[in-house]
Every structure is written in C-alpha cells, then in structure tokens.
C-alpha cells in the first residue's frame, strides 16, 4: 500500500491544533500590550474588546492602527 500523501484525523487534528495555538499568539501579546500602555478616552477598552471578538484580525487591526494611538511618555 502507498500511503505517501495521506493525511488522517490524527495529522488534520494537529495541524489544526498548531494553526489555533499560532493564532493565539498574537492576540495574547496584542492586549498585554493595550494594558500596559495608555491611551486618550475610552480607546484602551475598545481596543480590548475589538481584539477579543475578533481574535487574529483584531490583533492584527491592533498592530497596525492601535499602536499609533498610544499616548507617548
């Protein structure tokens, strides 16, 4: 039997384990972020809850529009 190419529950449950986990990643680091550092109004809570609903784009979303709205010391 050929069994080269063949991908079974066990590899598609991994796979999909490791895609979470890295997906994880960046929406941790995205609110550490917005907590530790200050922002103008209300910003600092819309930008949690942005994040936290929308996961991955809203960490995304955060890092590339959200860092710019920090207030600097």
Same mark, same amino acid.
């Given at each position: 039997m050929?069994? %080269?190419g063949m991908v079974g529950p066990r590899q598609i449950?991994? %796979?999909l384990g490791v895609i979470?986990?890295?997906g994880f990643i960046p929406t941790i680091i995205a609110l550490i972020d917005i907590l !530790?550092? !200050?922002f103008e109004g209300n910003n !600092? %809570?819309?930008w949690v809850l942005i994040v936290l609903f929308l996961n991955l %784009?809203?960490?995304i979303l955060y890092f590339t529009i959200g860092k710019k709205? !920090?207030?600097k010391n």
């Amino acid at each position: 039997m050929n069994y %080269i190419g063949m991908v079974g529950p066990r590899q598609i449950m991994l %796979i999909l384990g490791v895609i979470l986990t890295l997906g994880f990643i960046p929406t941790i680091i995205a609110l550490i972020d917005i907590l !530790k550092n !200050k922002f103008e109004g209300n910003n !600092k %809570i819309v930008w949690v809850l942005i994040v936290l609903f929308l996961n991955l %784009i809203g960490a995304i979303l955060y890092f590339t529009i959200g860092k710019k709205q !920090k207030i600097k010391n």
